[in-house]
């Protein structure tokens, strides 16, 4: 599946009322293909999710591959992994069909939002950006959670 999304800083509070779920975020390799742990937790709903990635070459566009398996399983993969990172994920309505999905990084990057908005394409057009919405940062290596858990390649 192509995962295509745009990201942009978040500059203004935002609607933090909404949707949200913690994530717990670990790379178990850390070059292409990328393989990530993600041990989600929201209320009673805990599971984890291991995720494949490839680059295309375009900017913003990665092949993306999915599976869910169990809480507990995922918590000891990413406990074994050597860069992680942890951040509380929003849900925000953005209009014909688009969801906002605001990450607010804990520590040692707290006071870090970056909200990302998946499109069908990357010409597609976006809808109108909220005040929260601040400076777009798509393919900017520094923001990218791979660099957030400590990997500086």
Not at 83 to 107: H, S
Request: with cysteine; proline share 7%.
């Amino acid at each position: 599946m192509k995962e295509i999304e745009r990201r942009f800083l978040v500059t203004e509070p935002f609607p933090e009322g909404l949707v949200y779920k913690h994530i717990s975020q670990g790379y178990i390799t850390t070059t292409e293909p990328i393989v990530r742990i993600r041990v989600i937790e929201r209320g009673n709903d805990k599971h984890g999710v291991l995720t494949i990635k490839y680059k295309t070459g375009e900017t913003g566009v990665r092949d993306e591959y999915e599976d869910f398996f169990k809480y507990e399983e995922a918590l000891g993969l990413y406990e074994r992994c050597k860069y992680t990172v942890q951040k509380t994920r929003f849900f925000i309505p953005a209009g014909n069909g688009l969801t906002w999905e605001v990450d607010k990084y804990d520590d040692p990057h707290a006071g870090l939002v970056i909200a990302e908005i998946e499109v069908p394409s990357m010409t597609h057009p976006l809808p109108p950006l909220p005040s929260w919405i601040g400076k777009e940062i798509t393919g900017k290596k520094k923001y990218g959670n791979l660099y957030l858990a400590g990997v500086r390649k």
